[in-house]
């Protein structure tokens, strides 16, 4: 089956390719043939585009998607508030049914929003059920994703090891590629959510990198926030030549310099949560460091219990945050704000399209809109008012641009959504979205209010 999207600017974000003012994009199946002008519509649905703007599906590096039905719910929380009330608390009251429809709905919700792949950072997954079930969320909601099979963070019981000191269990990694994720090249795949050298023990983290290695996985970990529980663990995992570009950094705040140095020369590469960041605490996003030494910048939403989950809010938190940091630092050093932006808009758009394929892995997949690559394409209505005139595509798309222009979303081919509606039937699974979180939030409080009168 082909698909021929005519009369559109295409931003394709390939290097070789550039921009199109007047462009066409020809499907075929789950990949782009060809992208171009005047290509051959022969046997093909013609799609007029109606001047819109065709560009790569957006990539959400680094997301936990369980947490939707919290949205709001930590909202006004610390990251240690966070890490009290949500893994500590909320999260040990998930069933299986709360961890599918959490994970459908969320991942429903980035295809609505634009981004067509995701990586679904799942850390509450007590038992393989709950695994199983956030996969199944993924794989009905037809995004594509990387999910990063992690574990849970509660309180240790009695005579129970802290998650610290718990390995990462080969049991599930193994019965996960011999079954629902053993396809390499499907549209859900596997990556390791690990816990690394900042949140658990040494033996703990040589083990962890050593397993995701050993199954050709990406890795990744979340660094900084507290104290770290193995300090001086980089500098081991440095030595044991564990680095490369199958690991993943998530914010990565209490790095030195010369660390973030040394792991961008080895192809690390980092996902980066502006807003989130920002608002619980982590400390300033490391963008401008990591772009520095030539590393690879992804973003992410990171947490949807805190902020909304529009990747294109998400850029302009990084870009906004990292001039202002340039801005401020140029006054200080030089007496006056730069001659010009430190970071135009084409790289803050390469974040969240391009760079977020190589973080997780799947740069020869997706990311541009190149011959060859999976079908992953997103269609901006650039006629609305809240992005007229378009005198620079790019820099339209990544300051202009919001939910409202997204009209279609189309993943491997086919579409999932069309003139501004998602095709799926959303509305029982948002009355279940919102059961699930009142009941999960009511029985939190329930609980703290029994241990108050204790």
């Given at each position: 089956m082909k698909t021929l999207l005519t009369n559109a600017t295409v931003v394709t974000m390939d290097p070789e390719i550039g921009d199109l003012a007047?462009?066409?994009?020809?499907?075929?199946?789950?990949?782009?043939?060809?992208?171009?002008?005047?290509?051959?519509?022969?046997?093909?649905?013609?799609?007029?585009?109606?001047?819109?703007?065709?560009?790569?599906?957006?990539?959400?590096?680094?997301?936990?998607?369980?947490?939707?039905?919290?949205?709001?719910?930590?909202?006004?929380w610390t990251l240690l508030e966070y890490f009290g009330h949500v893994h500590r608390g909320l999260a040990t009251l998930f069933t299986p049914d709360d961890i599918h429809i959490a994970t459908r709905m969320g991942a429903l919700n980035q295809l609505n929003c634009g981004t067509t792949t995701?990586?679904?950072?799942?850390?509450?997954?007590?038992?393989?059920?709950?695994?199983?079930?956030?996969?199944?969320?993924?794989?009905?909601?037809?995004?594509?994703?990387?999910?990063?099979?992690?574990?849970?963070?509660?309180?240790?019981?009695?005579?129970?090891?802290?998650?610290?000191?718990?390995?990462?269990?080969?049991?599930?990694?193994?019965?996960?590629?011999?079954?629902?994720?053993?396809d390499r090249?499907?549209?859900?795949?596997?990556?390791?959510?690990?816990?690394?050298?900042?949140?658990?023990?040494?033996?703990?983290?040589?083990?962890?990198?050593?397993?995701?290695?050993?199954?050709?996985?990406?890795a990744s970990m979340h660094q900084?926030?507290?104290?770290?529980?193995?300090?001086?663990?980089?500098?081991?995992?440095?030595?044991?030549?564990?680095?490369?570009?199958?690991?993943?950094?998530?914010?990565?705040?209490?790095?030195?310099?010369?660390?973030?140095a040394r792991f961008c020369e080895q192809g690390v590469t980092f996902s980066i949560a502006p807003e989130n960041e920002m608002t619980q605490g982590h400390g300033f996003p490391i963008t401008g460091h990591v772009r520095r030494h030539g590393g690879v910048v992804s973003l992410g939403v990171d947490l949807e219990s805190v902020i909304s989950g529009d990747m294109f809010t998400v850029a302009r938190m990084a870009l906004?945050?990292?001039?202002?940091?340039?801005?401020?630092?140029?006054?200080?050093?030089?007496?006056?704000?730069?001659?010009?932006?430190?970071?135009r808009t084409r790289e803050a758009l390469q974040w969240i399209t391009l760079d977020g394929a190589r973080a997780l892995g799947l740069e020869e997949r997706i990311g541009s809109l190149t011959p060859g690559k999976q079908a992953d394409i997103?269609?901006?209505?650039?006629?609305?008012?809240?992005?007229q005139p378009v005198n620079d595509p790019v820099s339209t798309v990544v300051m202009q641009a919001s939910l409202a222009n997204i009209d279609s979303?189309?993943?491997?081919?086919?579409?999932?959504?069309?003139?501004?509606?998602?095709?799926?039937?959303?509305?029982?699974?948002?009355?279940?979205?919102?059961?699930?979180?009142?009941?999960?939030?009511?029985?939190?409080?329930?609980r703290q209010q029994e241990g108050a009168s204790q």
């Open positions: 007047d462009g066409q994009v020809l499907v075929e199946d789950d990949r782009i043939l060809a992208v171009g002008q005047d290509l051959p519509a022969e046997g093909a649905e013609v799609i007029d585009c109606r001047g819109g703007i065709l560009i790569p599906g957006l990539v959400n590096a680094h997301m936990h998607t369980w947490q939707t039905a919290l949205r709001g719910v930590a909202a006004n995701l990586g679904d950072w799942c850390h509450n997954n007590p038992t393989p059920e709950h695994t199983d079930a956030a996969i199944r969320g993924l794989e009905a909601s037809g995004i594509r994703a990387l999910f990063f099979h992690g574990s849970p963070k509660p309180d240790p019981k009695p005579g129970q090891p802290h998650f610290s000191e718990i390995p990462h269990p080969r049991s599930e990694v193994e019965r996960l590629l011999a079954g629902p994720l053993g090249e499907g549209r859900v795949t596997l990556g390791l959510a690990i816990l690394g050298p900042h949140y658990s023990t040494l033996d703990v983290t040589l083990h962890d990198f050593e397993l995701a290695k050993e199954f050709g996985l990406v900084g926030g507290g104290k770290a529980v193995s300090p001086g663990g980089w500098d081991v995992i440095e030595e044991q030549g564990l680095l490369g570009p199958d690991i993943n950094i998530v914010h990565g705040q209490s790095l030195d310099d010369g660390q973030l906004g945050m990292q001039r202002s940091l340039d801005n401020d630092a140029s006054r200080r050093e030089q007496g006056s704000i730069p001659d010009t932006s430190t970071i997103v269609l901006l209505d650039s006629s609305r008012l809240n992005m979303v189309m993943v491997a081919g086919e579409f999932h959504k069309r003139h501004g509606k998602l095709l799926a039937d959303v509305e029982e699974g948002i009355s279940q979205l919102a059961a699930s979180g009142h009941r999960i939030y009511a029985e939190l409080q329930s």
